[in-house]
């Protein structure tokens, strides 16, 4: 599927977790939210909003942006580093990211209706 016009997408993802602090384990949700643009010759802007839920509140985390060419590894230094690439094939939108130490990929799946693309799910921290 060929993209030419620069859709635009705000995909969300979130994750529960319980951690162990010095006031011992309390509840996070994690919650992300992907600005995904895609321009003319493949070029993806991207921006990352994590937002956590803790007991004693919200707190919005650094928002993080970039811009990407599709298929091509890019060096990312946010998160102490490592490489990155988008990838759309066959309808899904692929982000695989590695750290110094590990890795995850998020993924977003696409259909074409009367409107444009929509946005049929995300998967993300893989």
């Known amino acids: 599927m060929a993209i030419s016009k620069g859709p635009k997408s705000t995909p969300r993802s979130s994750a529960s977790r319980w951690f ?3 006031g011992g384990k309390f509840p996070v949700t994690m919650h992300a939210e992907w600005k995904v643009v895609i321009g003319r010759d493949g070029i993806i802007d991207q921006t990352y909003i994590p937002t956590a839920h803790t007991p004693r509140g919200t707190r919005r985390g650094k928002i993080i942006s970039g811009l990407f060419r ?8 946010s998160a102490g580093g490592g490489q990155a690439l988008w990838r759309f094939e066959d309808g899904t939108l692929t982000f695989p990211r ?4 590990g890795a995850y990929r ?3 799946t696409f259909a074409r209706g009367p409107r ?4 049929l799910r995300m998967r993300g921290l893989q």
């Open 20 to 22: 162990d602090g010095r």
């Open 106 to 108: 998020n993924t977003i």
């Open 98 to 101: 590695t750290f110094k130490d």
């Open 116 to 119: 444009g693309l929509t946005i």
């Open 70 to 77: 599709i298929d091509q590894v890019r060096e990312v230094a």
